[in-house]
């Protein structure tokens, strides 16, 4: 299983926008925040494994 690291680069309502941080990328991908932890807030770091988000 693959390991992906993102940054929270805004919390908007229900959705956050997390951006790639373990590749050059500047893409950003939208993500339901009912799949990612509570206590998440703009710039935090966070790590993608075994299909659950959790802060770094």
């Known amino acids: 299983m693959?390991?992906?690291?993102y940054e929270v680069v805004?919390?908007?309502g229900d959705y956050a926008n997390l951006?790639?941080?373990?590749v050059e990328?500047?893409?950003?991908?939208?993500v339901a925040r009912?799949?990612?932890p509570a206590e998440i807030y703009e710039g935090c770091s966070l790590k993608y494994e075994f299909l659950q988000?959790?802060?770094v």
């Open 19 to 22: 951006r790639r941080t373990d």
């Open 2 to 5: 693959e390991t992906w690291y």
């Open 10 to 12: 805004s919390i908007d």
């Open 25 to 30: 990328s500047t893409e950003l991908k939208l």
């Open 53 to 55: 988000y959790f802060m």
């Open 34 to 36: 009912a799949l990612l």
